[in-house]
Every structure is written in C-alpha cells, then in structure tokens.
C-alpha cells in the first residue's frame, strides 16, 4: 500500500513548461531546414484505401517497430518494463509511464510520487456528480464502450481549455489548459469504466470511491471488486502500460489527434477516439 506524501502538485506541470520550450524550438529548426523535403508519393490506390502507407503525421511518443517492437520515445517497451518499477512494485507503474511519455525522462523515485499524489488529488476536485447521475441512469444493455465515450463527454462540463479558449487566451498558453483537462479525465476514468462495469456486470454494484493511499491500478482493481487482489493488480498494470500509447497512425489515436487539432478541449478529442475504437 503507497502512503501518501505531501508534494506539490504541479510538478509535472513545471517539468512540462521548463521542456517544451526545447522542443518548440527544434521542432522549427526541423521545419526550416527540411520543410520543402518530399518525403513519399502519393498513389490513387492509396487514397481509395483509406491513406494507408502515407505518411502523413508529426508523432513522436511512440512507434510500432516490426523489428523492434513498441518503442516509447524511442525505448523499447520491454526495457522500460524494469525501469519504471516503483519501489517492491512486480509490474511498471502507470504513474510513472505518464512521467515519461510527457518528458521523455524515467521519473525518479519523488517523481512517481508526485505523480501519485496529482492524480489523486485531481480525482477528488473533478465535479463527477452529473457524470455518475448519467451513467446510472443508462440501461446495462447499452454497450460499455458506448457509455463509456457518454461519459467523457458529460465531464466535458470541467473543462479548463474551453473555458480559457472563450476567454481568447494567447494560443501559446493553451497547452496548460489542456495538460488540466488531461490529467483530470486520467484521474477520473478508472471511476467512469468501474461503474459502467459494476453496472453492466455486477448488477450495478456501488462502486467505492477513488482511495489516496491507493496507487492508480489498486484503486482502479479495488473500484471494480477485486481489492487486494495483487494478481489483476498486476494485470492492470501491465495491460496500462502496453497499452498506454498507439503511435498515432491508428484509427482512435488518430481521431483524437485529429478532433485535437481543431482545438476541441480533451474531452471532445478522447471521446472520438473511443467512438473509433469499438
């Protein structure tokens, strides 16, 4: 069990605007010197097909290597299996995952500890009463992945990017507003899927509340019933992390990326991805 420990909360946050700077910069130099670069050709039997083999998006999380594997930042996933262990832990934390795919830095131990305590601070401060009204009240025949993207979309209420784009904040300060919605829905969401499956599965069950001294995949085993359980603890954890990023070509990152792009808040854009991923 993680015991609890006060640090500030907006330490990734602060890693984030430190970085990005960095990596602003390069991503202009990379423009100006090979912007007039043609890099593929495109054939009609490539646009009648949907797109595929065009290279067509700028995605530097991930990759999905045939000889490599999964590569996170340019690290091979079985790699960072052991380096992102925290502490006794048998399995990579998620928490810390989140650390490295926003950095590109393996978090050290306060890191992941920083990360612990956001999240489940965050878990707390989101406005989540009309999003569990409106889950209990769909029919459990209703397909989880329908209710789950409904569910986003109710929490959309929350958001701080749309809230700052009405006020027509700098275009340069948006990010901020969207790191608060992002991490906000990852706080949330192992609530919204455990009642959708104590719902669904367990006779609408009620499902607990998020517990601060409970890391990310206990709470999220303890929330669907299996408290303790170190073998789906593990599971989770695992599943979270393999699962984690998606190269962006796919057609749910895609769509999120895409609906993103038009500078709809996160909630908007995770909803489409999960309406493209059933």
Request: cysteine-free; glycine content about 6%.
């Amino acid at each position: 069990m993680f015991k609890r420990t006060l640090v500030l909360k907006t330490e990734l946050r602060n890693k984030l605007k430190e970085t990005l700077p960095k990596q602003i910069e390069e991503f202009k130099k990379v423009k100006q010197a090979y912007g007039d670069k043609v890099i593929h050709e495109v054939k009609v039997s490539q646009v009648l097909g949907g797109m595929r083999g065009i290279p067509g998006l700028f995605y530097e999380t991930s990759k999905l290597d045939a000889n490599k594997g999964i590569l996170y930042r340019d690290k091979n996933l079985f790699d960072l299996v052991d380096t992102l262990k925290y502490k006794n832990s048998e399995e990579p934390l998620p928490e810390a995952l989140l650390w490295y795919l926003f950095t590109g830095e393996v978090p050290n131990e306060k890191q992941i500890e920083s990360i612990v305590a956001e999240v489940s601070e965050r878990s707390s401060s989101v406005n989540f009463e009309n999003t569990e009204k409106l889950l209990n009240s769909l029919p459990s025949t209703l397909h989880p992945m329908t209710q789950l993207s409904m569910g986003v979309l109710s929490l959309q209420e929350n958001s701080k990017f749309a809230e700052a784009y009405r006020k027509g904040v700098h275009k340069s300060t948006l990010w901020e507003h969207s790191y608060e919605d992002t991490m906000n829905l990852i706080s949330v969401l192992p609530r919204v899927a455990s009642i959708i499956y104590n719902n669904v599965f367990k006779n609408r069950r009620a499902t607990p509340n998020y517990d601060p001294n409970l890391l990310y995949t206990e709470n999220f085993a303890n929330m669907m019933g299996f408290g303790g359980n170190k073998e789906i603890i593990n599971y989770l954890s695992h599943y979270l992390v393999l699962h984690a990023d998606h190269e962006g070509g796919n057609v749910s990152a895609h769509a999120t990326s895409l609906v993103g792009s038009a500078l709809s808040d996160p909630y908007y854009a995770y909803s489409a991805g999960l309406n493209g991923y059933v």
